[in-house]
């Protein structure tokens, strides 16, 4: 069992604390069922993927990647050494190739230690790693909740995230930022795992209505 497991699914686990305080959440998770493990590894890779993954599409972002690793190109230690040039020709637009050359660079020369992050409190690791350039509110935050298994981490700028509480809310419109941060205050300290459950919505509202359309 992974540490987001645990603390999602595991005895008083965020979900079933969350579905105390959020009758919505409860009847969601009753009818779809709980949301899926997306934890991943507390590492350059994971932060380096998810600049990739900024502003474009899941199935766009792993052909990226998938571009960088057959080209031996996901490691610090060779990203460090690479020219913006070289990511580009992978698909990478310049920005992001110079934002993942950058992170790399730091972690070669040990600016950016992954292993202490683990140690820090949920708004530290925030704060660090939004002093990365290339690194902004969202990016943070998703590193928080699937490589630290995070349960209060929200990136509530994400459109997924805002459409899956219009969803669970049946609001008129898509909350932004600031009023996703209003209807999740009560969700402290589980704000992550409102995450996962709104992201798990919104995936299978999707996927039924695209294939509706077939």
């Known amino acids: 069992m992974t540490d987001m497991q645990d603390k999602l699914f595991g005895?008083?686990?965020?979900?079933?604390?969350?579905?105390?305080i959020d009758t919505d959440i409860k009847s969601t998770l009753s009818k779809y069922g709980n949301p899926p493990d997306r934890s991943l590894p507390a590492d350059f890779d994971t932060l380096a993927r998810a600049i990739v993954g900024q502003q474009v599409s899941r199935a766009a972002a792993s052909s990226i990647w998938g571009k960088m690793?057959?080209?031996?190109?996901?490691?610090?230690?060779?990203?460090?050494?690479?020219?913006?040039?070289?990511?580009?020709?992978?698909?990478?637009?310049?920005?992001k190739a110079e934002y993942i050359i950058g992170i790399a660079q730091e972690v070669q020369t040990g600016t950016l230690d992954f292993s202490l992050l683990n140690k820090m409190s949920g708004e530290e690791?925030?704060?660090?790693?939004i002093q990365i350039r290339g690194v902004g509110s969202w990016t943070a935050e998703n590193y928080r909740l699937?490589?630290?298994?995070?349960?209060?981490?929200?990136?509530?700028?994400?459109?997924?995230?805002?459409?899956?509480?219009?969803?669970?809310?049946?609001?008129?419109?898509?909350?932004?930022?600031?009023?996703?941060?209003?209807?999740?205050?009560?969700?402290?300290?589980?704000?992550?795992?409102?995450?996962?459950?709104?992201?798990?919505?919104?995936?299978?509202?999707?996927r039924k209505a695209t294939l509706s359309d077939i």
Not at 11 to 20: H, K, T, Y
Not at 125 to 129: D, G, K, S
């Open 146 to 206: 699937f490589a630290l298994a995070d349960m209060d981490a929200w990136p509530s700028n994400d459109i997924a995230l805002q459409e899956g509480m219009r969803r669970l809310k049946s609001l008129d419109e898509r909350p932004g930022p600031k009023e996703m941060d209003i209807l999740a205050e009560k969700w402290k300290p589980y704000r992550g795992a409102g995450a996962l459950v709104l992201w798990h919505l919104y995936g299978i509202i999707v």
């Open 69 to 95: 690793e057959q080209a031996g190109m996901t490691s610090s230690s060779v990203i460090c050494e690479m020219a913006a040039e070289d990511l580009r020709n992978l698909g990478l637009s310049l920005r």
């Open 125 to 129: 690791v925030h704060e660090r790693l």
């Open 11 to 20: 005895s008083s686990g965020a979900l079933e604390a969350l579905s105390r």
